[in-house]
């Protein structure tokens, strides 16, 4: 996780308004916000999920297209194989951890839950390779829940502006179940992964063109090329 050192979360308590605006501009910016793991059905998201740690999502697509069309389900998933399911997604790292996983997690689900994928989180933490994050993007994006996927861009961008200022993903995730609107809920983590993946970039944030600019408290601004445009918000 980025190693962001915040203050005090009361100490860096920002007014409710402030919060509200935040999202309200990321709103007008991509008001359905989409995760770009490629995926068909809720198991499809869920093995897509778990071979994202420590991957990108590019990357996952390139290898679950080819996986996916051989396998959608988790009866098609045993039948496949850990082998062949080892042997298509290669590519990705850890690859061999995750494709155990993804046939342990099918097996889990044929035997404890008929096949079906979960909607609510005890159960689904207890599938081999699945955590609280994972947890949460799946009943986000497959169940439609307003949960708080608290990934490396999310904890950044949460502690940068800030958000909710926290030490641990879960500090974070508290504190955003507590602060984001409701209307903003359901696609709050998403605009906080995409904001962090495409402007407020870990190793030079684009400053410039960001529409949160004014709202942002975190110093030195980064400064645009010469030929950039500044950003109105």
């Not at 499809?44 to 999920?49: D, E, G, K, R, Y």
């Not at 909607?119 to 947890?135: H, M």
């Amino acid at each position: 996780m980025a190693a962001v050192r915040p203050k005090s979360a009361a100490a860096r308590e920002r007014d409710p308004r402030e919060i509200a605006e935040i999202f309200r501009r990321l709103y007008a910016i991509e008001p359905e916000p989409k995760g770009e793991l490629e995926h068909t059905n809720p198991f499809t998201l869920l093995v897509a999920v778990v071979l994202s740690a420590q991957a990108t999502d590019a990357g996952v697509n390139r290898a679950t297209r080819g996986l996916f069309a051989r396998a959608d389900t988790p009866a098609k998933m045993l039948a496949l194989g850990e082998d062949a399911v080892r042997e298509q997604i290669k590519t990705i790292g850890l690859f061999r951890n995750k494709a155990r996983n993804v046939i342990l997690l099918s097996q889990a689900l044929i035997e404890r839950f008929g096949g079906v994928v979960p909607d609510n989180r005890d159960d689904l933490v207890t599938l081999p390779g699945v955590g609280r994050k994972t947890a949460n993007v799946v009943l986000n994006m497959a169940f439609g829940q307003a949960t708080f996927a608290v990934d490396t861009h999310v904890f950044r961008i949460s502690n940068l502006l800030p958000i909710a200022p926290g030490r641990t993903p879960e500090q974070v995730e508290a504190g955003l179940e507590r602060l984001v609107p409701e209307p903003y809920r359901l696609h709050a983590h998403h605009w906080l992964i995409l904001h962090g993946r495409y402007l407020c970039k870990a190793r030079r944030p684009e400053c410039w063109r960001c529409p949160l600019t004014d709202l942002c408290r975190h110093e030195p601004k980064s400064a645009p090329p010469k030929s950039a445009p500044r950003s109105q918000p």
